[in-house]
T-cell receptor, first 114, second 113 residues
């Protein structure tokens, strides 16, 4: 089955550590996105990539970094510069070539600072 | 101009009632309007979507109503059930945005038994 896989489902980070969240898709989608969701809040765009080896900052990119070396993969690194990283992180993908270019979301990674 | 404004922020409905969530937009280039449903601890999933060439689209108990002149669209959930309790997001995109969606702020729906 095609879809998006995010791992791990739960992640704990100590103060000052960098952590990397994995996002893999086998939908052959060109575009991939990272969103942050805080409790009871909406979706805030961190980074997005529309083609391999290219990505753009979203609305809250500070303290985060990404790479897009392969079409299937779009890992997100939460750096120590991100002062409040505890949140639910969602990865999504889409293809502008589809007739209805909605997003397919992964099941999310819940990051907690301990 | 890129914003999509969604209301209400939260909604409580009795079982069997009609749930209505509204969204408004400014960007007239938007040409695709999906709704997403998110259960706690899960990623959002596409529920139903509409394009501006039709005024209404129905899938089961879920209906999107679209008013192009008012730049508004809404989700109606008929015969609401406790299993519909979730967060709902409206969104919009345009061909020029390269499939990037602009999301509303979300509505937390609770359907009481």
């Amino acid at each position: 089955d095609g879809g998006i896989t995010q791992s791990p489902k739960y992640l704990f980070r100590k103060e000052g550590q960098n952590v990397t969240l994995s996002c893999e898709q086998n939908l052959n989608h060109d575009a991939m996105y990272w969103y942050r969701q805080d409790p009871g809040q909406g979706l805030r765009l961190i980074y997005y990539s529309q083609i391999v080896n290219d990505f753009q900052k979203g609305d809250i990119a500070e303290g985060y970094s990404v790479s897009r070396e392969k079409k299937e993969s779009f890992p997100l690194t939460v750096t120590s510069a991100q002062k409040n990283p505890t949140a639910f992180y969602l990865c999504a993908s889409s293809s502008p070539r589809q007739t209805n270019y909605g997003y397919t979301f992964g099941s999310g990674t819940r990051l907690t600072v301990v | 101009q890129q914003q999509v404004k969604q209301s209400p922020q939260s909604l409580i409905v009795q079982k069997g009632g009609i749930s209505i969530i509204n969204c408004a937009y400014e960007n007239t280039a938007f040409d695709y309007f999906p709704w997403y449903q998110q259960f706690p601890g899960k990623g959002p999933a596409l529920l139903i979507a509409i394009r501006p060439d039709v005024s209404e689209k129905k899938e089961g108990r879920f209906t999107i109503s679209f008013n192009k002149s008012a730049k508004q669209f809404s989700l109606h959930i008929m015969d609401s059930q406790p299993g519909d309790s979730a967060t709902y997001f409206c969104a919009a995109s345009s061909e020029t945005s390269g499939s990037r969606l602009t999301f509303g702020e979300g509505t937390q729906l609770t359907v009481n038994p």
